[in-house]
């Protein structure tokens, strides 16, 4: 702290901060409050992308953060600006993806009086993000920047909001930027506690029929080389979670893709028949263990996670043991001795063959077969963006994911109109690989704006959508749960999105025939810039297989 | 279940704020919350008394430990420990049944810090049964106004549940 510090304002210090911590890209929208921030980003090297709606601009980062494994940074002004990144903000803290908003607030002396475009921000996502400020001395501001890059991307990530007023952002400051972050309350625990690590290796010894449960947190830590060794190691077949898909490679023996409602039937059977369990990076949400009282009922489990909360929150914990998965791992690795489980990878070999992922009926082009045929002819290489609907869960059934960091989906909120601008964001991360957004008619028509976006950054990227007129999700809900009575699901007004790619100067092509599938695939990733293929698909089509409610996992419906 | 929880926290403004829209938003059930300074001007802390079982509050605990201004969180149920809880309460009182109080106030320990013309304010300071039973025994006399402070406990002893006695943010 000794050193001596030129005086600049707030909003210059802020950006020594995001220089100091490597950001490149920076995802905003202006106005009053958050133009001294913006005023300095000019000055910068730092990419500003402007996107079409203040969500979108948190998707975006967050499709930067989960693609590139680096933090997203957002800008927006106070009030109208603020309160539209909510939905962004909550969907980054569900599927724990490490983000910074900056938010301008009117300036301190008018806090509280309810000035015009005053919102209480910070007050408003106390339960979205990891954690907020509301910076009222400039001198604390160098900190608590510093602060939330550091709180948002260690431990468990998630999003950090900071609040600067107009007053702080142009006040002089004299601060540092201090080397060391100090937070007294905040220490995660890497490490796995020795006799828990003990204890695991243990259980895996004894189990003849181990299931491996790879989740977000696997990814997160970058601990999928482990997670490959390990399953080898011991010759355990792993599942994922839908945050999951892509932590361990779909076209290798020993995975079984993803587990839940809408799980690939042998890993949900896998999930009843195995004997010990062992969840890695995962929060075993509602959607993955249906019924809680019927989950693994054969099976001990054991529970890693960075968030000691996550573990005995949904289900019962026969091994707790609390650490980052790639430090644990790497603990445990040293501890087990090479496995082999013959009769139980018998048992998955017949399950997988007795239980094949089928379609069931649907119209003349299927979108499951769409999207398998990307899956081939991208050699599961693509990152894959997804919308929220029926073409989310066939993006996760049958693309095939063989690398982390290409799922990059709405997971634990679900929020439709995360897909473009998310695609957006991970186009942008990593303009030397393939990206495909794979939408609905509904979820696009929530964020399509940003189409205007995308063809200003120039960038590259694929728009798969599937059209069926509708909000399919919703009328297959309608047709188990509510007799069938349709309701509030039909588009009769939807555009010509051929001619609205066009519009905005991007290439449109439609299938509406299978043969049209495969050229139009192979078009697309001919082209460089933005190419959307419309494809028309049934609304009756379902996303098989689905656990009912109250349902065990292994109760699953299947296709006729 | 009732468990007494000794929090250390920054002491900042909305720290309130976080640790009672947890409680709230999660749905457990707070029994009372007492807040202030500690030796150390920087770090408060909150004595929380919370009902449920123990897997609420395991819950309860991990989740007060998530916040970032939470710098140290104790269990001392189970610890021997000082617990008072301090209570003024106006009760009506004609001079015909004033001499009656003051014997209940005596008994208690308690202290007359107030008198009206029809009235007392008496305060109080104990665990919450004595509270409660000041409370109940002064009953028939008509109670116009009960203002408890909630729970602050210490550990008996010379053991302290401060920073030193342990440094790290995960409790114990
Ligand atoms: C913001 C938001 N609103 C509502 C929902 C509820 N919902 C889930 S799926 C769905 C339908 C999605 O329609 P579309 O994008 O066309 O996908 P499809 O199911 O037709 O493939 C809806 C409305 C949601 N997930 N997110
Ligand atoms: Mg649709």
């Known amino acids: ?560 | 279940m009732k468990r007494t929880l000794s929090v250390l926290v920054e002491n900042r403004p909305g720290v309130l704020t976080r640790v009672a829209g947890l409680f709230s938003r999660r749905g457990y059930n707070i029994d009372s919350l007492a807040v202030g300074r500690t030796e150390n001007p920087t770090i408060s802390r909150m004595t929380i008394v919370v009902d449920g079982d123990e897997q609420i509050i395991e819950q309860v605990c991990k989740q007060l430990n998530k916040l970032i201004d939470v710098i140290k969180l104790s269990d001392i149920t189970d610890d021997p420990h000082v617990g008072r809880e301090l209570m003024l309460i106006k009760v009506n009182a004609d001079p015909a049944v004033r001499g009656e109080i003051m014997q209940i106030v005596d008994i208690f320990r308690a202290r007359i810090v107030d008198i009206a013309r029809n009235s007392l304010i008496i305060e109080a300071t104990g665990d919450a049964d004595k509270i409660d039973a000041l409370e109940n025994s002064l009953r028939p006399f008509g109670i116009r106004e009960v203002v408890r402070t909630g729970k602050i406990a210490m550990l008996r002893g010379a053991k302290t549940k401060g920073m030193e006695a342990s440094g790290d943010g995960t409790g114990d």
Request: hydrophobic share 40%; net charge negative; with cysteine.
């Open chain 1, 1 to 560: 702290m000794g050193q001596e510090t030129k005086v600049r304002t707030g909003a210059r210090a802020v950006m020594e901060v995001l220089q100091a911590e490597g950001v490149e890209l920076v995802f905003g929208y202006p106005g009053g409050a958050v133009l001294p921030l913006y005023h300095e980003l000019a000055q910068t090297s730092i990419h500003h992308i402007l996107v079409r709606q203040e969500q979108n601009a948190v998707h975006a980062a967050s499709g930067y953060a989960r693609t590139s494994g680096r933090t997203g940074v957002c800008f927006a002004t106070s009030g109208p600006g603020a309160t539209n990144l909510v939905t962004g903000i909550a969907t980054a803290y569900m599927d724990s993806v490490p983000v910074v908003i900056f938010t301008g607030q009117v300036p301190t002396s008018m806090v509280g009086s309810d000035a015009f475009q005053e919102t209480d921000i910070t007050g408003i996502t106390i339960p979205i993000t990891k954690h907020n400020y509301l910076v009222k001395d400039v001198e604390e501001l160098p900190r608590i920047v510093k602060e939330a890059f550091y709180i948002a991307s260690t431990g468990r990530p998630g999003p950090v909001l900071v609040d600067i007023p107009k007053d702080v952002a142009l006040a002089p400051c004299q601060a540092p930027i201090p080397e060391k972050v100090e937070l007294r309350g905040y220490k995660p625990t890497y490490h796995g506690h020795p006799g828990q690590l003990r204890a695991l290796a243990r259980l895996l010894k004894e189990s003849r029929r181990p299931l491996l449960f790879a989740g977000g947190g696997v990814i997160a830590s970058g601990a999928e080389g482990y997670l490959q060794e390990l399953a080898e190691k011991i010759q355990a077949p792993v599942a994922t979670s839908l945050t999951g898909l892509g932590a361990f490679p779909e076209d290798t023996p020993l995975s079984l893709g993803m587990v839940g409602l809408h799980g690939k039937p042998c890993a949900n059977h896998a999930v009843m028949e195995c004997d010990l369990l062992v969840g890695l990076g995962v929060r075993f949400d509602d959607r993955v263990t249906g019924a809680i009282e019927k989950f693994a009922p054969r099976a001990r489990i054991a529970h890693v996670d960075i968030d000691p909360a996550e573990i005995g929150k949904n289900v019962r914990v026969d091994l707790p043991l609390v650490g980052d998965i790639s430090c644990v791992l790497k603990e445990l690795l040293a501890l087990v001795e090479p496995a082999e489980h013959p009769e139980w990878l018998e048992r998955i070999k017949i399950l997988r063959n007795n239980y094949p992922l089928t379609y069931g009926r649907g119209g003349e082009v299927r979108p499951q077969w769409v999207i398998e045929r990307l899956g081939e002819m991208t050699r599961g290489r693509a990152i894959i963006a997804t919308d929220v609907g029926q073409h989310q869960m066939w993006a996760a059934l049958f693309y095939g994911y063989t690398e982390p960091r290409t799922f990059i989906s709405s997971c634990g909120l679900g929020t439709m109109g995360y897909g473009l601008p998310a695609a957006i964001g991970a186009a942008l991360a990593r303009p030397d690989r393939q990206v495909w957004l794979i939408t609905g008619d509904g979820s696009l028509q929530m964020s399509m704006a940003e189409l205007g976006t995308a063809i200003e950054q120039g960038i590259s990227l694929k728009v798969l959508l599937f059209n069926n007129q509708s909000l399919a999700m919703v009328r297959q809900l309608q047709h188990f749960y509510y007799e069938g009575r349709y309701t509030a699901i039909k588009f009769t007004g939807n555009p010509d999105f051929v001619r609205l790619a066009e519009c905005y100067g991007a290439t449109g092509l439609r299938i509406a025939k299978q043969e049209e599938v495969v050229p139009a695939l192979a078009r697309a990733m001919q082209e460089d810039g933005i190419t959307l293929i419309e494809c028309l698909i049934s609304e009756e089509e379902m996303v098989y297989p689905m656990v009912l409610n109250g349902a065990a996992l292994n109760e699953m419906l299947l296709p006729e």
